[in-house]
């Protein structure tokens, strides 16, 4: 017990620590959205009122709209992106290494620097609308930044170039990692590429899949920087998303309350991708050993 | 957090009440000043530095924290001081916040130093009313701007064939359609960020019923905000936003600046710091006119947009005494005329001479239209510089506002049924 006590110190004092940080600071989250704070915390006691008005507010409507269709969008398109780039990749090319760097590259690069250049990117005054225009091809037009029903996505593209070689790395893994053995009886079961993709490979990658959707799921809900620099929410407030929301709640209209209330129904949203996961870890682990 | 005791806190607001004698008398202590503000560069930055040396050369110890950024970064920093119970001897906030915030904090009562310096006849009263919440001043105005000057490019009136700065609301429609047909591509310059959105707005609102507007918006009276003159506003700001350039998307106005001054733009409808910002940025005083923003009954209307400090309370003598003197300094004429000649806002206070060197003739120009404002009883408060109404407030008309501008398909009648709404929701 004396001789471990190092090893127990290293692991429990700091997830002890988080731990209390998280449950603490969620719970007075919690707790202050539930009472008339405005300027700062005070305490008292006003029920659902702060959830009923932001959930009557035009902004949080947009904002959830606007969190599914990204959400989804996002999710998927990354998935699709980064399962192809990893296919592709996987075909013992040369110079391998090079463009895989090349492809998770992004992931190092700040969401804020992100938004900012493909803000320009995609101005249509300035961007690639323009550039193309500049060519020649005066009828042309990508002029989704300023639309305000197109905008949203936007943020699409500018997310799907940061993350889709996240999902790239790890389908890779996944791919490599494909027992040899199933390959060769597949091949001499004369199984040609296509379809060894499909009915052998991509099905051995699905735990992969699932933790992709989870990690970029969460991402989505808690997109925030990058839509700050990519449009703030515009034009309009077409672009709302729940993170913007909050933030504007507390600290521009200096309304902690409700701002708090936002939180916990992000929360909410939070937990409704996290437990379901959660839960599907748990069936995985109970039925393994019966397998 | 240290402890408030009820002997402290006794003790505290004594020393508050008797501040200016007990300054005086004590006048062995160094006076020192702790302040926060959002002026860091540029030249707000340069502005505040002058002023801090000016606090210097009468041997005090100057100690400014700027919290670069938005103001409400600067709030987030003033919010953690308060609620560890530190907060600055003095910092800087402004109109309706000032009376949001006296609350959650005591504040020193300036009463004595502003009766002193004869202050208060000397500053526009509705600008007055926002720094004594309660009856007492708690903070001074230290410069003004008007959010609603009109910046006239000269190459695109040029292209217009025009010379005359047009006056009403209707000789701006004019104005601009002769620009277009002269060839200017987009006959108004401006930013898509918020309170560029906004700015369009109160100026039309006020340009044709400044009573409308003090009604609709500075009192938020249920019948003046669905009224007529706020109908027509949102007329004009369609208007406004058809001969804006779409590409703007959120870009701040600065960025559109050279497009402006080479005519490809017209006008431009924004504070009087964009004047600062023209000459910051190379451009000559023969490239641009400024003149009041459109007024329908040809008297200058006024939407006012002033800085502000407000005084928290401290027991050390030594930051009381720097409170006292920071105060003096702010209601001085000549630290006025120092600091507005660096910024290009004009001086709080309507009695100083403007003729001499160092003001420009837009500032000229804007002093006296606040002059004739005030007389006429047309100086009013800026909705979307977060003077007429505090911050939640201001963002629920904003947000109905600015998708206005950005969604065409939004009728006027929509529009202002919508606003009407947000303000009793918000409420």
Redesign the interface.
Known sequence: MVRRLPEYLTIWVPLLLSAAHLVSFSLWTIWISFTPS???PVSGWVGLRNYT?VL????WQIAFDNLLLFGSAFVLLSLVTGLILAILLDQRIRGENVLRSIFLYPLAVSFVVTGTVW?WLL????GIQKLVHDFGWTSFRF?W??D?DMAIWTIVIAAIWQSSGFAMALFLAGLRSVDADLIKAAQIDGAGPVRMYRRVILPTLWPITITVIVIQLQFAISTFDLVRAL??G?????TQLPALVVY?LM?????LGRGAAAAVLMLLILLSVLLPYAAWQYLQQRRAPHA | MPMITRRRLLAGSAAALALPAFARAQSAIKPRLTAISQWSAGSDGAAITALGKKFEERGGVWQHSPVPGFTTEMMNKLRAQIMAGDPPACSQLKGPEIAAWSKIAPTVSLDELVAAAGYEKVVAPDLAKLHKPGGKWIALPLQIYSTNMLFLSKRAMDKAKADKIPVTWADFNDLAEKMKAGGVAYPIANGGTRPDDGQKFEASLAGISPAAYRAAIMNLDKKALEGPEVKAAFVQVRKIADWMDPNVGAQHFSTNLKRFVDGDMGMMIMGGWAQGVLRNAGFKFEDFMIAPGPSDNGKPVFLLNADAFIFWQRKEPDLQAGQALMAQLVMDPAIQTMYSQITGSIPVRTDVDLSGEGWSDGQRRTAAALKDAIASNQAVLSVAHNMAQENGLTAALIDVITEYVKNKTIKPEQAVTRLAEAVESAR
């Open positions: 405005t300027l700062v008005s009557a507010s035009r902004n803000s101005n249509p005054g300035i002029d930044l300023i305000r449009t703030n515009g034009p309009g407030i077409a504007d600290f521009q209209r200096n309304l």
